[in-house]
């Protein structure tokens, strides 16, 4: 069998582009979005914009725009906030509860000292809506933990029987403006620059905030169908 050697000039191209060939490999993706929840906030909420079915990729569901996932179904609003449906729930039967609360201002999670406290209350108020009060969850995830750097408060199911027990990871509040504060108080005690957050109902003595280092939403909630 007869070899055809590679022309010059196509060895001098391979050998220019193989570095980058290699580097792209290697390297991760480097096309994830992490402003899609703030192009929703800022996008598809208000509908009034001539042009939202253009501006906005995931339009809300009254609007006849598109599918579940890329519609945003939006379940309380007010100046300050909205409490949308998670795409976590399309396809998932009937009774699968996933819901982000998120500020209708720039604020990028646990970290950012703008961070407000009427979010907590907020979001409680949009969950009782979907969720007896027994079985709800509220979670905000560490910066290390997120995919979006819009903060957002995750409305869930919890799991009791896999929260912590360790005293010193948690707190009770009365008040659900105390929880940034008693959450941030928490992990200084434990000396964790990065932590997320756990709100869920102890009855009769008020609200649980739980701290942890990893994703409250993986670990002691009820955060997919399947």
């Excluded at 290697?26 to 079915?53: G, Q």
Aim: glycine content about 4%; aromatic content about 8%.
């Amino acid at each position: 069998m007869q070899i055809h050697p590679i022309p010059t000039g196509r060895k001098y191209l391979m050998a220019a582009l193989l570095p980058a060939v290699l580097f792209l490999s290697a390297v991760p993706c480097l096309s994830a979005d992490r402003n899609i929840l703030w192009n929703t906030i800022s996008t598809c909420i208000d509908t009034s914009d001539k042009d939202y079915c253009s501006k906005c990729s995931t339009p809300r569901v009254e609007v006849d725009c598109n599918t579940c996932r890329n519609l945003t179904e939006v379940w309380a609003e007010s100046k300050e906030f909205a409490a949308i449906r998670d795409r976590k729930m399309c396809d998932c039967p009937p009774g699968f509860v996933h819901g982000l609360v998120i500020p209708r201002s720039r604020v990028t999670g646990v970290e950012d000292p703008l961070r407000p406290d009427g979010i907590w209350q907020f979001a409680w108020d949009s969950a009782v809506k979907k969720l007896p009060e027994g079985e709800i969850a509220l979670v905000v995830n560490p910066k290390k933990d997120r995919s979006q750097d819009q903060l957002h408060v995750h409305i869930v199911r919890v799991r009791r029987e896999t929260l912590p027990s360790d005293p010193a990871r948690m707190s009770l509040v009365h008040s659900l403006d105390r929880v940034w504060y008693e959450a941030a108080r928490k992990a200084a005690e434990l000396e964790w620059k990065d932590y997320g957050v756990l709100v869920t109902r102890k009855a009769g003595e008020g609200y649980l905030v739980v701290v942890d280092e990893g994703s409250p939403e993986d670990r002691f909630t009820l955060a997919r169908c399947r």
